[in-house]
């Protein structure tokens, strides 16, 4: 089973200028405030408190580059992108985090794949059906991470991720940080989409 065993914070931008040159396959995190980003990003890596978990949703309006070491020796960059979905927003700063957004999923080139996230209990809002559009516009590659899956009772889950399955048409993955529910899957579908780790499917769920 291959793993993420060191990860460090690179890079912090809040303008596509200033983001790191693209060296490394990036596998990029989408979510809205309060989707549990930060805490998956932590348990992904192994880091406690690497991903900062802000006490104030939609505050994080930067792209944060992590760059990774997998267990077989690879490398490459986890970026955090800023989360979505926060009515307090003003219009200039939510036109400037929409610039940037969409700047660097139109234009990054060595984007391998962009996991997002959905809250397990509220299903697909309008937002992320939006965002999976322009994705498939843009014929990037995506999962679906199906977080906080621990919340739902255990004979609810199979069928909240098949329905999610039905909706998108793309891998849906069921995750929790705090017991770890699917995150050794997700570190082998973004190793995969990297070129490393099994080349086999994977398990449903």
Request: with cysteine; aromatic share 4%.
């Amino acid at each position: 089973m291959i793993r993420i065993v060191e990860t460090a914070i690179v890079n912090t931008a809040g303008r596509l200028d200033a983001l790191p040159p693209p060296t490394l396959p990036e596998v990029a995190f989408a979510g809205r405030s309060n989707v549990g980003k930060s805490s998956l990003l932590n348990a992904l890596t192994s880091r406690r408190g690497l991903f900062k978990v802000s006490a104030t949703p939609g505050r994080t309006r930067k792209i944060v580059h992590a760059e990774a070491r997998l267990s077989d020796g690879g490398t490459l960059f986890v970026v955090d992108l800023p989360g979505y979905g926060y009515a307090k927003m003003s219009k200039d700063a939510l036109r400037a985090w929409g610039n940037l957004l969409e700047g660097y999923l139109a234009d990054r080139s060595t984007l391998v794949l962009v996991a997002l996230l959905v809250d397990a209990r509220r299903g697909l809002q309008e937002e992320e059906g939006d965002l999976l559009e322009y994705l498939a516009v843009r014929r990037l590659p995506v999962a679906l991470v199906a977080t906080k899956i621990d919340r739902l009772k255990k004979s609810e889950r199979k069928l909240v991720l098949e329905k999610l399955r039905r909706e998108t048409g793309v891998e849906v993955i069921g995750t929790s940080a705090e017991d770890r529910t699917g995150i050794d899957r997700l570190c082998e579908v973004v190793a995969r989409a990297c070129g490393h780790g099994t080349t086999g499917t994977t398990p449903p769920g």
